[in-house]
């Protein structure tokens, strides 16, 4: 038996459904190991077959053809260089599981499932996989590997399991999506817990990269068996790093190593959404991306994190000015596209708004101006946009902040339209301090400029629609540190309004923003997808009936 032992931790991208491409990528992966001389490289959960992939699993050609990639990267091993452990999906006995097989000498040495299937969340794995067996340890050149399965490490049993049966190393894989300050909680609230609890030292490794909804931030790492950080590897980017192991007196340890410098909240926030809308993109084969850029913060932001994501080549900003645009967010707007040179047209909606209102003139006769007029006005502005984008081929980039999309503040095929909308997560408040944040700094994995991305005064000045004379959000909704903060309490904690009140809240106020948040259910369901930053995020987190007549008020 060994005394000492190499590990590659894989941190990659995958894409969901593209087996021979992820195949690919972990034999040049294994490749770049053996150069290096690892015994062994490991790879991410379900990193074969991508994850999540949905109920994509249940399509029986897939799980043919993962099968037969599994034996054809098996097959890999007989030649030199490391063996591998690789996620994929496996079929016992009629059931789908998920799970690692090592790979090594040319053949599939040993299979393990996971046991905690996670049903939470943006989670439903119950749905689609059966739990596996508590697992025991792979022997792997005479030393015990204990390999759970992400999940599997937030629940004590099957590491106290594998310790019980003489795991010497932990060896977890993980598809973790991104939430704000998970990171810390991987680290500290579990992976230190099991490796101290049985004083075997444990290999956290996740994947990285985005996937629909959700956008996954690597920050991989290697905790001892006293608890202590052996190796931490960075966030938002693919990493290979090799570990070094040795076997001492008191069991494995892992010799230290690199400690990467995480990114700060901003900047954690800021690279979700422009990771997530850079695989978006690119695995959907849009050519680049084209939005409205109205002179407001939300499209301001929306350009910078576009051209961060994709390099300003691939972003189109168009300016649809109404009667109502002031001229200072036409200023606004112009240097915004300079500062990101990005290219920069202006198509006026004032001739579309002109035959709308003579053409709904005998229909709305007798009626005063009021929201209708204002919502034509957002709808042309959608159908122009898609016009262009059916045209030339970009993919339209939805503008609206959490704030506005918690309480209908959006026009359904108006600025709702598009395919995809990076801020669908963020509240307003976050807007504010991220866009402040980007205009004074430049995210590690962003390809837009070093400089200020948008004009002061976009973030200074008061939000408006600018629908009619004079239009400011406040118009409408309380102000933004009143309703972000009355918002967090109904969505992310579930709160009543009784329980809002006594922490200082008007009543008639929360009871409002309550009904309007119940209302607006309807028009998120038809809403694009967007990236998962918090803990409740409208999709995959929050599944409430659209009709259902329950109030806290």
Request: charged share 25%; proline share 7%.
């Amino acid at each position: 038996m060994p005394d000492t032992l190499k590990i590659t931790l894989a941190q990659l991208n995958q894409s969901v459904g593209d087996l021979a491409g992820n195949a690919a990528a972990m034999l040049a992966a294994r490749e770049r190991a053996g150069a290096k001389g690892a015994d062994l490289i490991v790879f991410p959960e379900l990193q074969l077959i991508g994850y999540p992939p949905e109920d994509l699993i249940l399509k029986p050609a897939l799980i043919e053809r993962a099968a037969a990639e599994l034996e054809k990267l098996a097959a890999a091993t007989a030649t030199k260089g490391p063996a591998m452990l690789v996620g994929s999906v496996f079929v016992q006995d009629g059931a789908l599981h998920n799970g690692v097989a090592l790979l090594d000498q040319g053949k599939v040495q040993a299979i393990r499932f996971k046991h905690e299937l996670p049903n939470y969340g943006t989670f439903d794995e119950m749905r689609l996989f059966q739990p596996g067996p508590l697992p025991e340890p792979i022997i792997f050149r005479g030393i015990m590997l204990g390999v759970p399965i992400c999940e599997d490490i937030w629940h004590p049993n099957v590491c106290k399991h594998l310790a019980d049966f003489g795991a010497e190393i932990f060896i977890c894989v993980n598809g973790s999506p991104y939430e704000i300050d998970k990171d810390s909680l991987r680290i500290d609230g579990v992976a230190k817990r099991r490796a101290v609890a049985a004083g075997v030292p444990l290999a956290y490794l996740n994947r990285v990269g985005g996937q629909d909804e959700l956008v996954f931030d690597g920050a991989s790492f290697v905790v001892n068996g006293d608890g202590s950080l052996a190796v931490q590897m960075t966030d938002w980017e693919e990493q290979e790093v090799l570990t070094s192991w040795t076997k001492t007196a008191k069991g494995w340890r892992c010799d230290h190593g690199e400690i990467a410098q995480h990114v700060g909240q901003e900047e954690s926030i800021y690279s979700a959404m422009v990771l997530a809308l850079r695989d978006y993109v690119t695995r959907n084969r849009f050519p680049g991306v084209v939005l409205g850029l109205s002179g407001g913060i939300d499209s301001a932001l929306c350009a910078a994190i576009a051209v961060d994501a994709l390099g300003a080549d691939k972003v189109w900003c168009v300016m649809l000015p109404s009667r109502y645009t002031s001229t200072e967010s036409l200023v606004d707007a112009t240097q915004c596209a300079r500062l990101l040179n990005v290219r920069y047209d202006t198509i006026p909606i004032v001739p579309a708004v002109k035959a709308f209102d003579e053409m709904l003139g005998p229909a709305f006769a007798g009626k005063a101006p009021d929201l209708a007029e204002e919502n034509v006005q957002s709808r042309i502005r959608g159908v122009t946009l898609m016009a262009l984008s059916n045209k030339f081929g970009p993919m339209v980039v939805t503008t609206g902040n959490k704030s506005e999309m918690s309480v209908g503040y959006a026009t359904l095929y108006g600025d709702m339209n598009g395919g995809y909308n990076p801020l669908k997560d963020a509240y307003k408040l976050t807007v504010f301090a991220i866009s402040k944040w980007r205009n004074e700094n430049k995210p590690r994995i962003g390809l837009g400029p070093s400089g200020p991305v948008m004009p002061e005064n976009i973030i200074s000045k008061p939000p408006s629609a600018e629908l009619r004379p004079d239009q400011k959000d406040s118009d409408s909704l309380p102000p933004y540190d009143v309703l972000d903060p009355i918002l967090i309490g109904l969505v992310e904690h579930e709160k009543s309004v009784d329980q809002l009140v006594k922490e200082g809240f008007e009543r008639e106020t929360v009871s409002r923003i309550e009904r309007l948040l119940h209302l607006a259910e309807y028009k998120r369901r038809q809403a694009p997808p967007g990236v998962k930053l918090g803990t409740r995020n409208f999709g995959r987190d929050r599944r409430y009936p659209i009709t259902q007549a329950f109030r806290t008020a």
